[in-house]
């Protein structure tokens, strides 16, 4: 009993670490204005998180390094040349932040 309690325990605190991590990626996307162009499902002037999420689904690693400034995007709409002012910028933040910032926008499947 006490290894499965361990077990549902710690499977609790990394639900709850996740959550966490996810509500920070959310105050990092507000106070880095990226929610400006970047709506949840439907946005005009840049793609949505939604779009963005299917887009690196299974790929999160890429969209860090894209946020890193370390790779390409893999879905440009003809906006990349916008980002490059913001992901420079990006490139300041923590580590932390940024894998926080990337667990949010793709939770938005």
Known sequence: MKV???VLMTGMML????????????DLFKAQKCS?????????????LAAIAGAYEGQA?????YVKGEVEPIM?????????????KMKALPEADLKALVEFMMGHK
């Open 4 to 6: 499965f309690g361990g």
């Open 15 to 26: 639900l709850v670490a996740g959550s966490a991590g996810a509500q920070v990626g959310q």
């Open 36 to 48: 400006m162009c970047h709506k949840p499902v439907e946005s005009k002037i840049a793609p949505s």
């Open 61 to 65: 690693d890429e969209l860090l390094g």
């Open 76 to 88: 440009d709409m003809g906006r990349a040349g916008v980002m490059a002012k913001y992901i420079e």
